[in-house]
């Protein structure tokens, strides 16, 4: 499958997102930014969604801030989620995360994401029924969560030829014009740019209890051709 029609796919799961997410209750609003973090991972699809769309609106010197950030004051992920489903279904122990500062996320200006239609599904999925400023978290229905680890499951496998890593390092891998053809050929090294391979779905992870009132995003997603052979 050819990279336009991934980024078509793409932007049609986070439409079929976006629309499961304005039926929340939900206490999030537009200047709240609690959760923007320097810890938000994606794909290396999204990244190239991203820098696209900096490319097109002449806004690339973003990448300028996001080259400042201390690089060892952000979350780099060892496992991607469809990793973690089949280690799980083997019944093997997956690596330890370990933890990371929680510093804002470099792109953050006066509580407004300059990225805010383009921003990555680990950004879109983060949503809170209380307001995470008074009560220190985010409060998420189960539900949320296994909808969400869904999305995650289905991107990834968009992009299994792809990578996944922090926010900051994607961003700065995609910036480079030599990454980003070498993506659109499948051929970069996700080691090599000290990021980590994604891997084809297998098994989705969704808990019985939840498996009848998640049955219709299931179809939707099958609707959209989901790139690498078989869909959510
Ligand atoms: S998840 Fe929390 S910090 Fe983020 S917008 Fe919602 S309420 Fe605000
Ligand atoms: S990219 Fe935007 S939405 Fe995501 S964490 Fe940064 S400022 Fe927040």
Redesign the pocket.
């Known amino acids: 499958m050819d990279l336009p029609t991934k980024l078509t796919a793409l932007g049609q799961v986070f439409h079929l997102y976006d629309q499961f997410a304005a039926t929340l209750d939900?206490?999030?609003?537009i200047d709240?930014?609690?959760?923007?973090t320097a810890n938000v991972t994606l794909t290396t699809l999204e990244g190239y969604r991203i820098i696209d769309h900096l490319i097109s609106s002449g806004n690339l010197g973003i990448i300028q801030k996001i080259r400042a950030a201390p690089p060892r004051n952000r979350f780099h992920p060892q496992i991607t989620t469809n990793r973690l489903a089949a280690l799980c279904a083997e019944g093997r122990t997956p690596p330890d995360e370990g933890h990371a500062a929680w510093g804002p996320c470099p792109l953050l200006t006066s509580s407004q994401c300059p990225l805010y239609m383009v921003r990555p599904f680990g950004c879109r999925c983060?949503?809170?029924r209380?307001?995470?400023?008074e009560i220190g978290f985010?409060e998420m229905d189960d539900f949320v969560l296994t909808v969400n680890t869904v999305f995650l499951q289905t991107i990834e496998h968009m992009d299994a030829r792809g990578c996944s890593g922090n926010f900051a390092d994607i961003l700065q891998v995609m910036a480079s014009g030599a990454n980003r053809r070498a993506y659109a050929h499948d051929t970069l090294n996700c080691s090599a740019n000290r990021l980590i391979p994604n891997h084809p779905l297998k098994i989705l992870i969704i808990p019985p209890q939840h498996r009848a009132k998640i049955a219709p995003i299931l179809q939707a997603l099958r609707r959209i051709k989901v790139p690498g052979g078989s869909s959510a």
Do not use: E, I, L, P
């Not at 939900?26 to 609003?29: D, G, L, M, R, S």
């Not at 709240?32 to 923007?36: E, N, S, V």
């Not at 209380?130 to 400023?133: K, L, Q, S, W």
């Open positions: 939900v206490a999030c609003k709240c930014a609690d959760c923007c983060f949503v809170s209380r307001d995470c400023g985010a």
